[in-house]
Antibody
């Protein structure tokens, strides 16, 4: 069974750090881009970051650039999000998602976040 | 960043109805758009990618269309399990951006 399981969420004070993990199983992890998406309480979805199959490329939303670092360990089939200098506005459920990139006949690629974890809650508060 | 604007923000409909949700991009994004469904307390679920390609396992009553700046998600013959919140997501460039969501409620 294909599965993603996030962990590491906690209550942390503003300015603190936290490392989220996403353990994967049931598929060849190194074949896929991976993504983090978050959702503040009662709010919509926000794309946070992604990372290429071999970890050689990553991208971030502006609001976390320089504070968050996405990484992966293909030998352990795991995805990570290191979050530093946390702010109240980072409070959210954090989801990891697998990106099955589809291509058309011209070789153009499309994102498709087809498998999601159950999410882990991060609360930033004093 | 590209802004994605969905309309309406909320919608009431009955089982068996046909509904359409619209997503507009602040600039052209070709057909680089996906649609996601989220039920309360659950993770999002992929419905459509590349604007009109139905994800495997998703019922055929869901369909997507559009290109450039204007996109639609149509649900034919609403079923009880379809009452949820729907989001569009552009994957034309970085950062990826979601629409604000459309909450579909039972009338």
């Amino acid at each position: 069974e294909v599965q993603l399981v996030e962990s590491g969420g906690a209550l942390v004070q503003p300015g603190g750090s936290l490392r989220l993990s996403c353990a994967t199983s049931g598929f060849t992890f190194s074949d896929y881009w991976m993504t983090w998406v978050r959702q503040a309480p009662g709010k919509g979805l926000e794309w946070v970051a992604n990372i290429k199959r071999d970890g050689s490329q990553n991208h971030y939303v502006d609001s976390v650039e320089g504070r968050f670092t996405i990484s992966r360990d293909n030998a352990k089939n795991s995805l990570f999000l290191q979050m530093n200098s946390l702010r109240a506005e980072d409070t959210a459920v954090y989801y990891c998602a697998r990106d099955t990139t589809h291509s058309d006949t011209s070789g153009h690629y499309f994102d498709a976040f087809d498998i999601w974890g159950q999410g882990t809650m991060v609360t930033v508060s004093s | 960043a590209i802004q994605m604007t969905q309309s309406p923000s909320s919608l009431s409909a009955s089982v068996g109805d046909r509904v359409t949700i619209t997503c507009r991009a602040s600039q052209g994004i070709r057909n680089d758009l996906g649609w996601y469904q989220q039920r309360p307390g659950k993770a999002p679920k992929l419905l459509i990618y590349a604007a009109s390609s139905l994800q495997s396992g998703v019922p055929s009553r869901f369909s997507g269309s559009g290109s450039g700046t204007d996109f639609t998600l149509t649900i034919n013959s609403l079923q009880p399990e379809d009452f949820a919140t729907y989001y569009c997501l552009q994957d034309y460039n970085y950062p990826r951006t979601f629409g604000q969501g459309t909450k579909l409620e039972i009338k």
